[in-house]
């Protein structure tokens, strides 16, 4: 039971087809709160691309600020390389997660019923995992500078930053979630397990500093498995034996990787979320689709949003709002397994709105 009647909820659009793919979550939340008599107030903010054209930056310098005492925040997507670079474009999203302390990117990767897969043989609920991404140093640390800069001369250092305090929380987090997490396919014999994914026979510092702490929060787990992989045979195996995985805790750069082969595995991009999370709830976490913007598809009404309504699943069930967000996620089960509602990725000619209806009748 939850404490609060109302919750407020940050939305940050961006840019593309951001408004379309946000709006559909938007409603499918405020039809599922409904069932737990919890009202939520979103407030919109048009930071992005746009915004950096009138004012030459990506959101106000007091963007922590502003949005501190929300419960939660909802990212449609950010970037348009014809409007913005994207490495400049890019600076919304990492302030918010660094400013926030959003040290867990947390990526499920499941696949429906009613969604194709390149995998030939992979069947619905074979693929059922979630990816602990380390999210706000290692190698996204924005450390390091160019020297001599357009000369033949020219250096640039890029330097990965592993902290014991960054490492050990991410990965303790990971065990923490294999402990608790029940799969979605309802399989008897799930036991938890946490896949280190590493690269420490060529990085002879920074990963084998990342398994030694892996090793020894493991210690503390006696209840779980404990897995190594590789990171590039770990790519290998995601192909192979997917449903082997459960738990994956990985680096910044390794996470981001290996979560975008895992959205194929699970029908695309257009079903793929992600929550960038403070799990000690000190700020507030962030929760988007990890699809592009796709600007040429804006305001076309043709893109797929699952992956904004699942993302809107994940942010009901880290504010408190459980029921809601399992009876969301029963809805988009539902919805798929029937197959009459399938945008054009998925061979079909429905219209996005048309998908947040669908989940909005179903709720």
Same mark, same amino acid.
């Given at each position: 039971?939850?404490?609060?009647?109302?919750?407020?909820?940050?939305?940050?659009?961006?840019?593309?087809?951001?408004?379309?793919? &946000?709006?559909?979550?938007?409603?499918?939340?405020?039809?599922?709160?409904?069932?737990?008599?919890?009202?939520?107030?979103?407030?919109?903010?048009?930071?992005?691309?746009?915004?950096?054209?009138?004012?030459?930056?990506?959101?106000?310098?007091?963007? @922590?600020?502003?949005?501190?005492?929300?419960?939660?925040?909802?990212?449609?997507?950010?970037?348009?390389?014809?409007?913005?670079?994207?490495?400049?474009?890019? *600076?919304? %999203?990492?302030?918010?997660?660094?400013?926030?302390?959003?040290?867990?990117?947390?990526?499920?990767?499941?696949?429906?019923?009613?969604?194709?897969?390149?995998? *030939?043989?992979?069947?619905?609920?074979?693929?059922?995992?979630?990816? !602990?991404?380390?999210?706000?140093?290692?190698?996204?640390?924005?450390?390091?500078?160019?020297? *001599?800069?357009?000369?033949?001369?020219?250096?640039? !250092?890029?330097?990965?930053?592993?902290?014991?305090?960054?490492?050990?929380?991410?990965?303790?987090?990971?065990?923490? @979630?294999?402990?608790?997490?029940?799969?979605?396919?309802?399989?008897?014999?799930?036991?938890?397990?946490?896949?280190?994914?590493?690269?420490?026979?060529? @990085?002879?510092?920074?990963? !084998?500093?990342?398994?030694?702490? $892996?090793?020894?929060?493991?210690?503390?787990?006696?209840?779980?498995? *404990?897995?190594?992989?590789?990171?590039?045979?770990?790519?290998?195996?995601?192909?192979?034996?997917?449903?082997?995985?459960? !738990?994956?805790?990985?680096?910044?750069?390794?996470?981001?990787?290996?979560?975008?082969?895992?959205?194929?595995?699970?029908?695309?991009?257009? $079903?793929?979320?992600?929550?960038?999370?403070?799990?000690?709830?000190?700020?507030?976490?962030? $929760?988007?689709?990890?699809?592009?913007?796709?600007?040429?598809?804006?305001?076309?009404?043709?893109?797929?949003?699952?992956?904004?309504?699942? &993302?809107?699943?994940?942010? %009901?069930?880290?504010?408190?709002?459980?029921?809601?967000?399992?009876?969301?996620?029963?809805?988009?089960?539902?919805?798929?397994?029937?197959?009459?509602?399938?945008?054009?990725?998925?061979?079909?000619?429905?219209?996005?709105?048309?998908?947040?209806?669908?989940?909005?009748?179903?709720?």
């Amino acid at each position: 039971m939850v404490d609060k009647t109302q919750f407020k909820i940050a939305v940050i659009p961006g840019d593309g087809v951001g408004t379309e793919v &946000a709006s559909e979550a938007v409603k499918a939340g405020i039809a599922a709160a409904k069932i737990e008599s919890v009202s939520l107030k979103f407030d919109w903010f048009d930071w992005g691309c746009d915004y950096y054209l009138k004012h030459g930056k990506m959101m106000p310098d007091d963007v @922590l600020v502003i949005l501190k005492d929300f419960d939660a925040i909802f990212l449609g997507c950010i970037g348009d390389a014809s409007k913005v670079p994207d490495h400049i474009s890019l *600076k919304l %999203l990492l302030t918010i997660r660094k400013g926030f302390d959003q040290y867990v990117n947390l990526r499920p990767i499941y696949l429906y019923e009613g969604v194709s897969t390149p995998l *030939k043989d992979a069947r619905p609920g074979d693929i059922d995992l979630v990816v !602990v991404r380390e999210n706000v140093e290692g190698e996204y640390a924005q450390v390091g500078g160019r020297f *001599k800069k357009g000369t033949d001369d020219e250096v640039a !250092v890029q330097t990965a930053v592993f902290t014991r305090k960054g490492t050990e929380r991410v990965i303790r987090y990971a065990f923490e @979630l294999a402990r608790k997490r029940k799969k979605l396919s309802g399989k008897n014999d799930y036991t938890g397990m946490v896949t280190n994914c590493s690269k420490s026979n060529a @990085l002879n510092y920074s990963m !084998v500093f990342w398994d030694e702490v $892996f090793n020894r929060v493991a210690e503390d787990y006696s209840d779980i498995k *404990k897995d190594f992989a590789l990171v590039d045979a770990l790519t290998m195996w995601f192909v192979k034996n997917p449903e082997y995985f459960d !738990v994956v805790v990985a680096s910044n750069l390794f996470g981001d990787i290996i979560t975008d082969l895992g959205a194929m595995l699970q029908g695309g991009m257009g $079903f793929a979320a992600g929550g960038n999370i403070n799990p000690d709830k000190v700020y507030p976490s962030m $929760f988007e689709p990890i699809h592009g913007s796709a600007p040429k598809y804006a305001g076309k009404n043709v893109i797929n949003p699952f992956a904004s309504i699942e &993302a809107m699943r994940m942010l %009901l069930d880290h504010i408190g709002l459980q029921e809601s967000a399992q009876r969301v996620q029963k809805a988009i089960q539902s919805i798929l397994s029937e197959e009459k509602v399938k945008t054009r990725d998925m061979g079909g000619n429905s219209k996005t709105s048309e998908v947040g209806d669908a989940i909005v009748s179903h709720l």
